[in-house]
């Protein structure tokens, strides 16, 4: 099964073995991958902070256990999209996707950031780097699997 890269473990906290992970999808992880390693791994505890999450895995319970993992990224199995709710979408399946103003295309997802309060769109349009907040006003109809967001009027007064 694919697998796709849903966070960053970025450090450690605290001395019990507890991790700091940049998450670029917003999901509860049950049992999940760590990149370069085989075997799966169960998390014990989740608690969202402002900007991070910090989790806990289970049997991991020191921080000299742990420190390996820092700078590495965290997989889960492909997620089908049968599991999202409505107007959510995964990263994996925005980024690569055409943004069209009717038959023109505006430019290609090249990344989605998330600084805390919305996710944002970052872009490539003529060779150029643009950003937009990802807000359901600016599109009209978001076609993850085609990978195409078909834009309103309105996605031009978020463009950056």
């Known amino acids: ?34 990149e370069g390693y085989e075997n799966t791994f169960k998390c014990e505890k989740q608690v969202n902070k402002k900007g991070y999450v910090k989790i806990k895995i289970y049997a991991y319970d020191d921080i000299n256990i742990v420190m390996p993992f820092v700078n590495h990224n965290i997989l889960v199995d492909h997620i089908g999209s049968e599991k ?47 950003r937009v907040p990802f807000v359901l006003d600016f599109f009209e109809k978001i076609e993850p699997k085609q990978k195409i967001l078909f834009i309103t009027e309105k996605f031009f007064e978020g463009a950056v």
């Open 84 to 130: 999202l709710e409505e107007n959510e979408y995964l990263v994996s399946d925005l980024i690569g996707s055409k943004i069209l103003n009717g038959e023109t295309e505006i430019g290609i997802i090249t990344n989605v950031e998330n600084f805390g309060a919305t996710d944002i769109l970052v872009f490539e349009q003529d060779g150029k780097e643009h």
């Open 1 to 34: 099964m694919e697998k796709i890269v849903v966070g960053k473990i970025v450090n450690t906290f605290g001395l019990r073995g507890e991790l700091k992970v940049l998450m670029n999808q917003n999901i509860k992880l049950d049992e999940f991958f760590i």
